[in-house]
């Protein structure tokens, strides 16, 4: 059973970083396009990233193009994302979770996604 688990959140100054880890257990992350998604309080989960399943190609919300990073280590079986220029807008919980059926060389946000983790709390505050 695919299983991710979140780690790198925290509290965080408005304009500082941070960079969240999505690592894979009991399962190989090669072959999978993998996305980011946070949740806002009382708001819904938004896709904020994805990245194919050799990086040939990724994706990125608008709102954090060019302060955000999304990279990947299949040695290591995890995805990172890196989240510069923080502001109080990108609180929430992030979550990883695997593309079901990508296609090899893309990964589309708004496709159906599985294995979810138990997600990890991101807030910019000062």
């Known amino acids: 059973q695919l299983q991710f688990v979140e780690s790198g959140g925290g509290l965080v100054q408005p304009g500082g970083s941070l960079r969240l880890s999505c690592t894979a257990s009991?399962?190989?992350?090669?072959?999978?396009?993998i996305g980011w998604f946070r949740q806002a309080p009382g708001k819904e989960r938004e896709g904020v990233s994805c990245?194919?399943?050799?990086?040939?190609?990724?994706y990125y919300v608008d709102s954090v193009k060019g302060r955000f990073t999304i990279s990947r280590d299949n040695a290591k079986n995890t995805v990172y994302l890196q989240m510069n220029s923080l502001n109080p807008e990108d609180t929430g919980v992030y979550y990883c979770?695997?593309?079901?059926?990508?296609?090899?060389?893309?990964?589309?946000?708004?496709?159906?996604?599985?294995?979810w983790g138990q997600g990890d709390q991101v807030t910019v505050s000062s």
């Open positions: 979770a695997a593309e079901v059926d990508s296609v090899q060389g893309m990964c589309l946000i708004k496709a159906p996604y599985d294995s």
């Open positions: 009991g399962f190989t992350l090669d072959y999978y396009a």
């Open positions: 990245i194919s399943s050799s990086d040939e190609s990724t």
